[in-house]
């Protein structure tokens, strides 16, 4: 089955710069790759989403890249505030058949003011 | 917007008490899932259903049982709760597309 690694498990960062967190899949199956984001005491929400026929995505101060060669992918958030501050979740999906969802182990991402 | 509603925030049980956590969407996807969310192991797996009264095990269903008599709705039953299931529970739905939308999560405590 998939095997998702993310990295790091902690992040700080001061407020206003740039925070990167990576994550690569095992299963070449694999086409979607969702970000979610999980504020303390709420369920994950999605924040930004990439499918395998692009490259890169963009949203505002968030942006995820995609490598399909080398299985990985990754969350750029720029411009860092506090309220950025939650655990953040890669994971990826296959497609075909009944969906199942792979997640990363999560990243506490902390931005100091 | 795509609603997932648990129906408990908080829950302690005792050791060995059968175990209803429930969780309802409202946007009639097709599929649903219940993972357990622990410190240093992330979201974890249990059980997922892809139709009416269909079920599929996940990474670690042991100790857990599912039902979905309905589209709309998904139970986890823990037989006889035991502390190790202490977690946070999380249920989520979704069509075929890929995106999960997640309910805001049972914290269970058994003692």
């Known amino acids: 089955g998939e095997n998702v690694e993310q990295h790091p498990s902690t992040l700080s960062v001061q407020e206003g710069d740039s925070a990167v967190i990576k994550c690569t899949y095992s299963d070449s199956a694999s086409n979607y790759f969702p970000w979610y984001k999980q504020e303390l005491g709420k369920g994950p929400q999605l924040i930004i989403d990439?499918?395998?026929?692009?490259g890169e995505k963009k949203d505002q101060r968030i942006a995820v890249t995609l490598n399909k060669t080398a299985k990985h992918f990754s969350l750029h958030i720029t411009e860092t505030q506090p309220e950025d501050s939650a655990v953040y979740f890669c994971a990826a999906i296959a497609h075909g058949g009944y969906q199942k969802v792979t997640f990363g182990i999560g990243t506490k991402l902390q931005v100091i003011p | 917007d795509v609603k997932v509603t648990q129906s408990s925030r908080y829950l302690v049980k005792r050791t060995g008490e059968k175990v209803f956590l429930e969780c309802v969407q409202d946007?009639?996807?097709?599929?649903m899932f219940w993972y357990r969310q622990d410190p240093g192991l992330g979201l974890r797996l249990i059980y997922f259903s892809y139709d009416v009264k269909m079920k599929e095990k996940g990474d670690i269903p042991e100790g857990y049982s599912v039902s979905r008599e309905k589209k709309e709705r998904f139970s986890l039953i823990l037989e006889s709760a035991s502390t190790n299931q202490t977690s946070m529970y999380l249920c989520a739905s979704s069509l075929d597309r890929g995106q999960a939308f997640f309910g805001q999560g049972t914290r269970l405590t058994v003692v």
């Open positions: 946007m009639d996807h097709e599929n």
């Open positions: 990439i499918r395998s026929n692009v």
